[in-house]
């Protein structure tokens, strides 16, 4: 049976939550596989007191579903006291997390990578990246430079010690002598890490050969993104991206399970476009229509609790999320934020000195003077939440729908038009 890539197609925030939370009953692992706490998914399921939201940050979306075991795989970058602190939230709402399991190979976001993260891009100033701050990009650095704390150093206290040592050696200096801040103390880290292990333990497991096994046994096993396709660090608008590899290249590595188990991607677009934090935006609207999708859309970021930047759909971003992800399948979300624009624009291509562009620019200079070139559609004014069938929508949706579908390079298998698991249409079978 397959395993199944599912991840952001724009610039992160486009409803992967809801997408995979709809999944969840027909798999039996949902896998994070890469990010840490400075992504979150935000998923409204039905209960007996009805409707409830719950925002999730680290753990996988598939925590919220009874059927599945949810993992948290070696590419995500884990702060234990967030997770935790996670955990025992939805544990107060009646959500059973006993079946979580956790790569022993994932690494630490430690409070001197938090420190580092927000004192660096204090720094920075008005070239600042736009950072959550919550020290992912240095715990990635340390993961790179072969200095990082892994979940299973926390149960060796001697090698845990010389890693926090060997890190802070040339932290410390930088933080003293270039940003003027007091050393940390190795034994105040190694203390409070240590303090995290009993908590942790219950949870550990060799996720890869778990999952592996899973396959082998016939079962389904999606693999969930933390951000888009354009914070990609290798292929999205460097350098305003995340710190690790979200596209489908990521969902191998970051899980341990081989490319080649991989049978389908599915990726998620909104059918408008958003994006958090600094970063070139061709279609971004900084008039009445921006405000009006932020609003209509409740576009705050999940995590940070920003206002997310937006803008009018973006074909040539999602043609270039189909090229480089290999995308098999669009779910296109948030449909019925479009209800009453008379008119919708689509950005068909860029107008870059002088030159049109129908695929994403070389360069991030030419990116950065990209105009978008619209074509416009007719809107609809109807309120399509209800609507639970293809044919349900509205003429001019299904249009709108259908010429999108033409224009990004993949079918658009599923449609949300609404916030609750069930304010989906299906066109296509998204696991079979």
Same mark, same amino acid.
């Given at each position: 049976?397959?395993?199944?890539?599912?991840?952001?197609?724009?610039?992160?925030?486009?409803?992967?939550?809801?997408?995979?939370?709809?999944?969840?009953?027909?798999?039996?692992?949902?896998?994070?596989?890469?990010?840490?706490?400075?992504?979150?998914?935000?998923?409204?399921?039905?209960?007996?007191?009805?409707?409830?939201?719950?925002?999730?940050?680290?753990?996988?979306?598939?925590?919220?579903?009874?059927?599945?075991?949810?993992?948290?795989?070696?590419?995500?970058?884990?702060?234990?006291?967030?997770?935790?602190?996670?955990?025992?939230?939805?544990?107060?709402?009646?959500?059973?997390?006993?079946?979580?399991?956790?790569?022993?190979?994932?690494?630490?976001?430690?409070?001197?990578?938090v420190m580092l993260d927000k004192t660096i891009e204090r720094f920075l100033g008005k070239s600042k990246i736009g950072t959550t701050g919550?020290?992912?990009?240095?715990?990635?650095?340390?993961?790179?430079?072969?200095?990082?704390?892994?979940?299973?150093?926390?149960?060796?206290?001697?090698?845990?010690?010389?890693?926090?040592?060997?890190?802070?050696?040339?932290?410390?200096?930088?933080?003293?002598? =270039?940003?003027? &801040?007091? @050393?940390?103390? /190795? !034994?105040?880290?190694?203390?409070?890490? +240590?303090?995290?292990? #009993?908590? %942790?333990?219950?949870?550990?497991?060799?996720?890869?050969?778990?999952?592996?096994?899973?396959?082998?046994?016939?079962?389904?096993?999606?693999?969930?993104?933390?951000?888009?396709?354009?914070?990609?660090?290798?292929?999205?608008?460097?350098?305003?991206?995340?710190?690790?590899?979200?596209?489908?290249?990521?969902?191998?590595?970051?899980?341990?399970?081989?490319?080649?188990?991989?049978?389908?991607?599915?990726?998620?677009?909104?059918?408008?476009?958003?994006?958090?934090?600094?970063?070139?935006?061709?279609?971004?609207?900084?008039?009445?229509?921006?405000?009006?999708?932020?609003?209509?859309?409740?576009?705050?970021?999940?995590?940070?609790?920003?206002?997310?930047?937006?803008?009018?759909?973006?074909? =040539?971003?999602? &043609?270039? @999320?189909?090229? /480089? !992800?290999?995308?098999?399948?669009?779910? +296109?979300?948030?449909? #019925?934020? %479009?209800?009453?624009?008379?008119?919708?624009?689509?950005c068909v291509a860029y107008e870059i000195e002088g030159k049109r562009f129908e695929e994403m620019p070389m360069t991030q200079t030419q990116?950065?003077?990209?105009?978008?070139?619209?074509?416009?559609?007719?809107?609809?004014?109807?309120?399509?939440?209800?609507?639970?069938?293809?044919?349900?929508?509205?003429?001019?949706?299904?249009?709108?729908?259908?010429?999108?579908?033409?224009?990004?390079?993949?079918?658009?298998?599923?449609?949300?038009?609404?916030?609750?698991?069930?304010?989906?249409?299906?066109?296509?079978?998204?696991?079979?």
């Open positions: 049976m397959p395993a199944i890539v599912l991840l952001g197609a724009q610039w992160g925030d486009e409803g992967k939550g809801k997408a995979t939370d709809l999944l969840g009953h027909r798999v039996q692992y949902v896998v994070r596989y890469q990010g840490g706490n400075n992504a979150g998914h935000t998923v409204v399921i039905p209960t007996k007191n009805g409707p409830e939201k719950f925002a999730l940050h680290l753990l996988p979306s598939g925590i919220l579903t009874p059927e599945v075991i949810p993992v948290i795989g070696n590419g995500v970058v884990i702060d234990p006291a967030v997770l935790l602190n996670e955990i025992k939230g939805l544990n107060e709402r009646g959500i059973n997390t006993s079946k979580l399991k956790i790569s022993a190979d994932a690494h630490i976001i430690t409070s001197y990578h919550r020290g992912i990009g240095p715990a990635y650095g340390d993961k790179v430079s072969r200095v990082g704390i892994r979940v299973q150093d926390l149960y060796d206290e001697s090698i845990l010690r010389k890693k926090v040592e060997g890190s802070l050696a040339s932290k410390n200096q930088t933080l003293v002598k =270039v940003y003027n &801040r007091r @050393a940390v103390d /190795v !034994n105040q880290i190694v203390e409070e890490l +240590l303090s995290y292990a #009993d908590k %942790l333990k219950p949870y550990l497991a060799n996720t890869s050969l778990l999952l592996h096994e899973a396959l082998q046994r016939g079962e389904n096993v999606l693999l969930e993104g933390g951000q888009g396709t354009l914070l990609d660090v290798d292929h999205g608008t460097y350098p305003f991206v995340t710190s690790s590899n979200p596209t489908a290249g990521g969902a191998a590595t970051g899980s341990g399970i081989g490319p080649t188990k991989i049978t389908r991607v599915i990726g998620i677009v909104k059918a408008y476009t958003t994006r958090v934090g600094e970063g070139p935006f061709p279609t971004e609207l900084l008039d009445e229509n921006g405000e009006r999708l932020r609003q209509i859309g409740g576009e705050v970021g999940t995590t940070t609790g920003r206002p997310r930047r937006c803008g009018w759909y973006d074909a =040539v971003v999602a &043609r270039y @999320a189909t090229r /480089v !992800n290999g995308l098999t399948d669009f779910f +296109l979300t948030k449909l #019925d934020v %479009l209800s009453g624009f008379k008119e919708i624009p689509v990116f950065h003077h990209a105009k978008p070139i619209y074509e416009m559609l007719p809107g609809w004014t109807e309120d399509i939440s209800a609507a639970r069938k293809f044919e349900d929508l509205p003429v001019n949706a299904q249009k709108y729908v259908e010429y999108l579908e033409k224009i990004s390079g993949a079918p658009m298998s599923a449609i949300g038009v609404g916030q609750h698991r069930d304010a989906t249409i299906s066109r296509r079978d998204l696991i079979n």
